[in-house]
């Protein structure tokens, strides 16, 4: 509420002067207003939410020791390196189809690599559910921004199957080769 001060002076004698008005503004009903405003926002607004990737993990009770054949021409084994690098190849790593090759993430890296094998799979195949299996093995070496990176790229280019496995010594000394393990 606004309210008018009339009251003037208590001079006596001299000059006689009009007398001054203060204002003076009352915000009690302005502060009254933004709590409730800043209570409305805090109850309406929603928080960021985490961003979190759905993985199947096996349960770690279960201890079965279930070995699954997949054929080593539609097989992809990525190996996780140092230095924000990959090594890739198709096959086993004891009979491989093709030359193990070292690549960088991103879209002219591994993911051009493996969007041509997953058509080239498929191709082979006739049969798109017999696509791509991706088997992607980190190393003691690599970083687990690494891992994040290539399940990006698992969910850009959508296999049927892949799976984090546990990488073996030949492996390692493939990547040890490549100067990949440091």
């Known amino acids: 509420m606004a309210e008018l001060d009339t009251s003037g002076g208590g001079k006596k004698g001299g000059k006689?002067?009009?007398k001054k008005m203060s204002t003076r503004v009352d915000l009690t009903a302005m502060v009254d207003l933004a709590f409730l405003l800043i209570t409305f926002f805090m109850l309406t607004t929603t928080l960021s939410k985490p961003q979190a990737m759905d993985i199947a993990m096996?349960?770690?009770?279960?201890?079965?020791e279930q070995q699954l054949?997949?054929?080593d021409n539609r097989t992809m084994t990525?190996?996780?390196?140092?230095g924000n690098r990959v090594e890739w190849y198709m096959g086993s790593v004891d009979k491989p189809l093709t030359p193990p090759q070292v690549d960088n993430y991103g879209?002219?890296?591994i993911r051009k690599a493996l969007l041509e094998k997953k058509k080239e799979v498929i191709a082979m195949t006739g049969d798109p559910a017999k696509s791509l299996i991706v088997l992607i093995k980190p190393s003691e070496k690599s970083k687990y921004r690494n891992l994040v990176d290539i399940l990006d790229e698992m969910a850009i280019i959508k296999p049927q199957?892949?799976?984090i496995v546990d990488i073996f010594e030949p492996e390692i000394e493939l990547l040890k080769r490549e100067g990949l393990y440091q």
């Open 16 to 18: 006689i002067r009009t």
């Open 58 to 64: 096996p349960d770690k009770e279960v201890k079965d």
């Open 69 to 71: 054949t997949v054929a």
């Open 78 to 82: 990525i190996l996780l390196g140092s």
């Open 107 to 109: 879209r002219n890296g």
């Open 161 to 163: 199957t892949y799976a």
